[in-house]
């Protein structure tokens, strides 16, 4: 690729975070610091939340953290279909008619579920956004954070998430619990600049996730991570989704 | 190292065409008959069974099929969504075709907002599942149930290759679609979208909001002293937004919109709408407006003692008591997904139509409130600038203006 022909900057990506609570999983994609994070939640919320927005929540903390300047900030939230395995348990008390509903299991089947706890959990007042794009979310959260970087926004926070999806209503989905969060400013970035996706001959880092990709979207994200955890400086190509190969962003590390 | 490029500015946005179903039925024309009189459009639910009493705004005309190659979409909110594009007299399909003629189709795309999606039918699946063993041979879940279909669906039906995405932030969704459609075109990334929301009965959100005894038994009456709850509805708003053009310079345009949290508790406003305020004093700022220049505010207004109380507050904080504002979901029920949309819808008529909604189902307002409540409607005034409120659960606030440029 020619100088003329480079791709616009896009994003600084100022602070990253993952939860990927299964050991084996982080282990074989060579990810690393993925525990379950859930200082920011009230103890009783702690409890009554589901997998989804734990993981979410985690890795949105950790992000935060990583990147030191608060959680005051914008967030977009996109996940493939939000609260699964409390619309299952939903809809398993309808079939069986047997109401009345709980109040707290229906509160938290809202796709909107993990973005107000996050921001009931960070006190942050500015807007929370709740996308769901089932085989299209990083890539649709992405073009929403920056468009809302675009039109003004300092920084905006994207958590990208999945939980396991409930085997009887699709048992062909083998999702692994998984949230990726990145804190976004307008490029350029003090630490890494992410630049406009194009479209090479020549594959990117995919991870060898692409069979794990294909079955739970959260995970597209995960090369990104494992480059900024290994944090060497300079740029490298990255699939920002492992799924169209030839799609990649380059990431510019400081 | 280079400096940060200053944002995109914010500009006003012509709305080319605008179309609904509700309660009232099946177009713009229908809804606008139901605000020039005072009647509800509530009735017993007949799609499903409920053990508790309650009124619903549900759609009783019959719904378009799909097409032929579209059928794995077909759900109760799809239908409605048709209905929506085809409505005789607003040229929705018509506007959206010229859209794509103009700009082309990868330069128009689609921003909704739905908080049930398929999930009548997703309920369906389960109850065949439960009497033979396995889902019905024809539920396709990515297609049906994941919220993105509504968003794939439509951009299949009207031939749009431009970005699509859905937005599920509960009773904020239809307007926060708005707000990001804006941003799609303000960054010039289309020079046209379809926005709104769309949001169909199901047994999950009425027996859900009963379980938080938000549910009013009789028809609700938002803003009255008597009010106890809400009456569920389902509904379609949309409207094509594009970028701004010498010939639509006339058109109500999207002036602004806000958006914003509570940071409080995931079923409860914040006891001072602190969100609330935000949400509307951004719009003003990026409108560039005041909040004397608003003739009309479309309330959230949903029927709650706490929601309706909080937000009257939260207008008394920015407006002071001299604005005239009221609730339309006494008419159509609160249509939750696609209420910021579906209103957004009526702010649109009452600019086009030179009219202000009065409150249906109100006869007593709140003694709390400011006395420009509007209770019946207010034929032939002059309207240039209204506002449109929306929060929903987890704290998720809207608000959006729309108006007459330089008038």
């Known amino acids: 690729m020619t100088e003329s022909a480079r791709p616009p900057l896009l994003l600084a990506i100022d ?124 890539r649709l959260g992405l073009l929403e954070a920056w468009l809302q970087i675009e039109t003004g926004a300092d920084r905006v926070l994207l958590v990208c998430y999945d939980e396991t999806m409930p085997s009887a209503l699709q048992p062909e989905y083998n999702w692994q619990p998984c949230a990726i969060a990145l804190v976004l400013g307008a490029a350029p970035g003090q630490r890494a600049t992410l630049l406009a996706p194009v479209i090479t001959n020549k594959p990117a880092d995919s991870l060898c996730l692409e069979q794990l990709v294909k079955e739970n979207q959260a995970m597209v994200a995960l090369p990104l991570i494992r480059r900024l955890q290994e944090g060497v400086s300079g740029s490298c190509q990255v699939a920002l989704d492992p799924c169209f190969p030839d799609t990649v962003a380059e990431l510019q590390i400081s | 190292m280079t400096k940060r490029q200053p944002p995109h500015e914010v500009s006003a946005l012509p709305i080319t065409a605008c179309s609904v179903v509700t309660a009232c039925g099946v177009g713009t024309r ?166 709104g929301g769309v949001d169909s009965l199901c047994r999950l959100t009425l027996n859900g909001f009963n379980s938080l005894d938000l549910v009013a038994k009789d028809p609700c009456t938002p803003l009255d002293r008597n009010r106890d709850g809400i009456s569920i509805g389902e509904g379609v708003g949309l409207m094509l937004i594009e970028r701004p053009q010498p010939e639509w310079q006339h058109a109500v345009h999207l002036l602004g919109c806000g958006e914003s949290s509570d940071a409080h508790h995931m079923t409860a406003p914040h006891p001072e709408g602190i969100g609330a305020i935000i949400a509307m004093q951004q719009s003003f700022e990026q409108a560039g407006l005041k909040p004397e220049m608003i003739d009309y505010v479309n309330l959230h207004a949903t029927g709650t003692r706490q929601n309706d109380a909080v937000e009257m507050a939260a207008m008394a904080e920015v407006f002071g008591p001299e604005v005239q504002c009221g609730g339309t979901k006494g008419l159509t029920g609160h249509t939750l997904g696609a209420a910021g949309a579906v209103e957004a819808a009526i702010c649109w008529m009452a600019l086009t139509q030179s009219f202000l909604p009065g409150t249906c189902g109100l006869r007593h307002v709140d003694p709390a409130f400011s006395r420009q409540v509007i209770t019946t409607p207010r034929l032939n005034t002059p309207v240039n600038m209204v506002m449109n409120n929306s929060f929903g659960f987890g704290g998720n606030n809207a608000s959006m203006i729309l108006g007459r440029q330089g008038d």
């Not at chain 1, 990147?67 to 493939?80: C, H, I, K, P, W």
């Not at chain 2, 794509?100 to 398929?118: F, I, K, P, Q």
Request: charge should be negative.
């Open chain 2, 30 to 195: 229908a809804l606008h008959e139901g605000l020039l009189g005072t009647e509800h459009r509530l009735r017993i639910p007949s799609l499903f069974d409920l053990d508790f009493d309650t009124m619903a705004g549900e759609v009783s005309e019959p719904l378009p099929d799909l097409a032929d190659g579209l059928h794995q979409y077909s759900t109760r909110n799809t239908r409605l969504t048709l209905a929506a594009i085809d409505s005789p007299g607003d040229g929705l399909r018509d506007a959206v075709n010229q859209a794509v003629e103009r700009y082309g189709a990868a330069r128009t795309g689609v921003v909704l907002g739905t908080s049930t999606s398929g999930m009548y039918e997703t309920e369906q699946a389960y109850r065949h599942r439960q009497r033979h063993g396995h889902l019905p041979s024809d539920y396709v879940f990515e297609r049906q149930h994941a919220w993105i279909a509504l968003a794939d669906y439509v951009r299949c039906e009207l031939g749009l290759k431009g970005p699509r995405y859905v937005i599920s932030t509960a009773c904020s969704s239809g307007s926060r679609a708005i707000a990001a459609a804006q941003r799609l075109i303000c960054t010039g990334l289309c020079d046209a979208v379809l926005a």
């Open chain 1, 15 to 138: 602070g990253f975070g993952v939860c990927l609570p299964d050991q084996d999983l982080a282990t074989r994609t060579g990810i690393r610091d993925c525990e379950m994070d859930l200082s920011l939640l009230a103890p009783l919320v702690r409890r009554r939340t589901s997998q989804a927005t734990r993981v979410a929540v985690s890795a949105a903390t950790r992000a935060c953290r990583e990147a030191g300047q608060g959680t005051d900030m914008a967030a977009v939230f996109v996940s493939a279909i939000g609260e699964i395995q409390t619309t299952d348990k939903l809809c398993e008390v309808i079939t069986a008619a047997d109401f009345p509903l709980s109040p707290t299991l229906f509160h938290n089947s809202v796709h909107n579920t993990a973005a107000g706890y996050w921001s009931i959990a960070s006190g942050s007042k500015a807007p929370m956004q709740a996308m769901a794009g089932l085989n299209d979310c990083f």
